[in-house]
Every structure is written in structure tokens, then in C-alpha cells.
């Protein structure tokens, strides 16, 4: 079946390195992916997105890329930072009417003084 | 802060019962997505509201229903709770959500069910 799921569920890293979550996918249908954040206590945080017919979007400090080829999806943290401890989320939208979203089931990452 | 807001923050009921969960969107938007969370299936896509209408459905079992009222505010109603519900509940919202219309969807806080 369609699902969307992560390689590593937990993730540790020392602060100030370069952190890189991956997500597989397997509808190649999907056209739209996003990654959100969820601290403890909170609801999810919406952190990046990238459309089917990008490979790569860079934002603050984070970059996301789409390999269609392989289906996967990873997001890359530089300079990670006590506050990006959280659990991290790829989605896909399995569109096209609405926004219905597929979840993984998270990776936490973890970052070490 | 999200500026998206739900109620109440904890609920404990038992199983059988009925609770009706709120949640009120940001300023503006007319979207409004509800989602669980739970430990063995992650978050899940339960629905989402267009300005009062339906737009998607997800995993959302026949004993959830949902609605959005004319202030857009939005209420998902769970009955014949079982053990298995007990989750976090989300509610999302955003601008806009139509057919190849993406946009950010802010999260509220969440309601953590506890069914007894």
C-alpha cells in the first residue's frame, strides 16, 4: 500500500554538525512534500516544503531534496542546534482534491552538547 | 504560538462515551484540518473543512464526525469511544486548501484523549 515511511527512527548528533533525516515514499503520485518539527507538548511545526517538480529548496539553515528517481526525501540541518532536538516529520500529499496528507512515523534527533 | 486554538486541553472519559473536541482557526483562514496522533499509528489525516464544506477525508472511522460552522470554527466529534482512541487530537488550519492550492498548515496544541 501507499505509505511513507523513515529510515532512521532516532537520530544523534553533535551540536554544531550538519544533520541529514531521510524519508522514503512510495506513491510517485505524490506532487507536494513537507517536513514538519514537533517539540514535546507541541503540535507539529511546519518547516519546508518542496513540489514534485523541484530537487532541491533551501531555507534557513535547512534544505530539503526530492530524488523522484528513488523516491526520497531528505532534509539536512547545518549547524544543528539544542533547539532543533525534536521529532521530525516527512509528509506526502496525496492530492489532487484537498491537502490529504500521508505521515512517517518520525525520527527523533537528538542533539548533544 | 500558532494562533490556532483547541479545547479542552485534556479530556478523560470512558469507553461508550461521546466528547465533542473545538478547535478555532487562525485569523483569516479558512481551512481547517483535523488529525490524530497516536503511539502505534502516528499522525494520521482525519479531515478538513473548506469554509464550512467538507473538502477531504482521510482515515476518519464512522463513529468520528466533523463540522465547520459559518465563524469557521470547527468541531470534531468522537463517539462510541473505545480504548483504542485515546490519542492526541490536532487541529490545523490554513489560508486557503483547494485542488492544487498548498498552503502552510499551522497546528493548534492538540487535546490528549484518555479513554478509561
Known sequence: ?113 | DSGVTQTPKHLITATGQRVTLRCSPRSGDLSVYWYQQSLDQGLQFLIQYYNGEERAKGNILERFSAQQFPDLHSELNLSSLELGDSALYFCASSVAGGVMNYNEQFFGPGTRLTVL
Request: net charge neutral; with cysteine; glycine share 10%.
Open chain 1, 1 to 113: 500500500g501507499e505509505s511513507v515511511g523513515l529510515h532512521l527512527p532516532t537520530l544523534s548528533v553533535q551540536e554544531g554538525d550538519n544533520s541529514i533525516i531521510n524519508c522514503a515514499y512510495s506513491n510517485s503520485a505524490s506532487d507536494y512534500f513537507i517536513w514538519y518539527k514537533q517539540e514535546s507538548g507541541k503540535g507539529p511545526q511546519f518547516i519546508i516544503d518542496i513540489r514534485s517538480n523541484m530537487d532541491k529548496r533551501q531555507g534557513q539553515r535547512v534544505t530539503v531534496l526530492l530524488n523522484k528517481t528513488v523516491k526520497h526525501l531528505s532534509l539536512q540541518i547545518a549547524a544543528t542546534q539544542p533547539g532543533d532536538s525534536a521529532v521530525y516529520f516527512c509528509a506526502e500529499n496525496k492530492g489532487p482534491y484537498g491537502q490529504n496528507f500521508v505521515f512517517g512515523p518520525g525520527t527523533r534527533l537528538s542533539v548533544l552538547p
